[in-house]
């Protein structure tokens, strides 16, 4: 594994050989967060992992930053590595899957991107966590977001602030403390994808739709939405898993397996 410096301030890790693919990392993540998946993908493909701006060790997010300023970063990740083929996951399948309308993308891997469709809002959660975040509640503004985002749907919040106060303040449970406030930013790219479905009929990159049997009802909806828009499409749904299957703490090796069968030869 070697992490890199480029040309922009964009930082990304890159691992392993062959065929070029890009992950795109998701709200509350970091590069880091992908290393499992990149080490199972690194036997066969070259695999680089950007940190999106204003989280790791890319550069600071500007006032206003949003969708726009996300596929310019992407822009640049593809144009210096030669990468044609992407994989994002959350927010940052929404980021893939505006920037396949634009950039040189070849093929496109997207796990559950929270779309607006129909009736539900994915960014409902926005302005009770902001008002924790003002507060400097941040466990309590972590738990909005999760249970906001369809995540811990039967636990009390009143049990689990406390216990994610805890938590943040020891060991690896700091970088979740640190990576809360940075949601305002995917909450401004899926903002500002807002949209009708069949915009997405003009991709025509072959595109990959992943989801976990055990997401919510709202990202399996989106992907049915998308589903007959796309022109070239296929759909695959893990069984046992969630939204985070292609976290560490997730199941990375069911995603490995289908992103090398998509992106080989």
Known sequence: ?????????IRWRAFGGGPKVVLLHGGMQTSASFTKLA???????????????????????APGHGLRREIDDLAAVLDETGARNVFGLS???????RAAMELPIERLALYEPPLKHGDHDPVAWLPRYEKELARNR??????????????????????????MGLVMRAGEGRQIGELVPTMRL????????????NLYAGVTAETLLLGGERSP???????????PVLPR?????????????????????????????????
């Open 1 to 9: 594994m070697e992490t890199l410096a480029s040309r922009t301030d």
């Open 39 to 61: 080490r199972a993908l690194a036997t066969s493909f070259t695999v680089y992992v950007p940190d999106r701006r204003g989280r790791g060790h890319s550069g600071p997010a």
């Open 91 to 97: 927010s940052g399948a929404v980021v893939a899957l």
């Open 138 to 163: 941040r466990a309590a503004a972590f738990v909005t977001v999760v249970k906001g985002t369809g995540g811990l749907r039967f636990a009390p919040r009143a049990a689990v602030i406390p216990m």
């Open 186 to 197: 995917d909450a401004a790219v899926v903002q500002d994808a807002a949209g009708p479905l």
């Open 217 to 227: 009802a709202y990202l399996k909806g989106v992907l049915n939405g998308l589903e």
């Open 233 to 265: 499409v296929r759909r695959v749904t893990l069984s046992g898993v969630g939204h985070l299957a292609a976290d560490n703490s997730g199941r990375p090796g069911l995603v490995a397996a289908e992103l090398r069968k998509f992106f080989g030869p």
